[in-house]
């Protein structure tokens, strides 16, 4: 049976990760109250913003940016679209 979590950003207990993201207590936080469905979404969500952004990953303020940037997406605070973005109705 899958581990199940009560997902932070879909308020709703949902299939938890299979493993922490990252190293260290951030990571930890993440498996701990993040879904899959939540961590796909982000991945999307960053593909997006570091193609339409330009953001090249070697630069320290790029992975800042995106870095505050998940906090918010997860947390449910209003975060960056790529400019021009419509969401799907």
């Not at 918010?72 to 790529?82: I, L, P, R, T």
Request: aromatic share 12%.
């Amino acid at each position: 049976m899958s581990r199940m979590v009560f997902c932070r950003k879909y308020q709703k207990e949902l299939q938890g990760l299979a493993q922490p993201p990252y190293p260290g207590p951030k990571g930890q936080d993440l498996y701990d109250n993040i879904s899959q469905q939540a961590w796909q979404d982000w991945m999307s969500h960053q593909t997006m913003l570091i193609n339409e952004k330009r953001l090249n990953m070697m630069d320290m303020e790029a992975r800042r940016y995106l870095q505050e940037q998940m906090d918010k997406f997860f947390s449910g605070e209003d975060y960056d679209q790529a400019d021009g973005y419509v969401a799907p109705q």
